[in-house]
C-alpha cells in the first residue's frame, strides 16, 4: 500500500505561483511514475502533469505548458509541481497519483493505482 501525502496548497492571487509536494514512506514510490490532477467544483477530474519514475520525460497538459513544472527527488521519496501564473480559473482540488513500479508515464487516471486525498488551491482575481 503506498499512501501519498500532499502539501502546498493554499491561496493566492491571480499571476502567483504556487508549489506542491506529494511524498510517500513507502519504498517503491521512487520506482513509479507519479502523476498530478486537478479538479474543480462540478467539473471532471483532468490531467495536469505527470513524470517518469527516473524523472525524465514529463509530460504536460496543454494549458499548463511553460507554466508548470513537474519534477522529483527519489532520494527524498518527493514530487514536485511549481505552478506559475496561476489563472483563476486553475481553483481546484489538486490531487497527486502514483503509477504501478516501472510503468509508463501516463496522462490517463485510470493507469493510477493509489492516489492522494488532494490539495486545495484557490486562486483569486
Known amino acids: 500500500q503506498v499512501q501519498l501525502v500532499q502539501s502546498g496548497g493554499g491561496s493566492v492571487q491571480a499571476g502567483d505561483s504556487l508549489r506542491l509536494f506529494c511524498t510517500a514512506s513507502?519504498?517503491?514510490?521512487?520506482?513509479?511514475?507519479i502523476g498530478w490532477f486537478r479538479q474543480a467544483p462540478g467539473m471532471e477530474r483532468e490531467f495536469v502533469a505527470a513524470?517518469?519514475?527516473?524523472?525524465?520525460?514529463?509530460i504536460y497538459a496543454d494549458s499548463v505548458k511553460g507554466r508548470f513544472t513537474i519534477s522529483r527527488d527519489n532520494a527524498k521519496n518527493t514530487v514536485y509541481l511549481l505552478m506559475d501564473s496561476l489563472t483563476p480559473e486553475e481553483t481546484a482540488v489538486y490531487y497527486c497519483?502514483?503509477?504501478?513500479?516501472?510503468?509508463?508515464?501516463?496522462?490517463?487516471?485510470?493507469?493510477?493505482?493509489?492516489w492522494g486525498r488532494g490539495t486545495q488551491v484557490t486562486v483569486s482575481s
Open positions: 513507502e519504498r517503491t514510490f521512487s520506482e513509479r511514475p
Open positions: 497519483a502514483a503509477a504501478p513500479s516501472y510503468s509508463s508515464t501516463t496522462d490517463r487516471p485510470r493507469y493510477y493505482n493509489y
Open positions: 513524470i517518469s519514475w527516473s524523472g525524465t520525460d514529463p
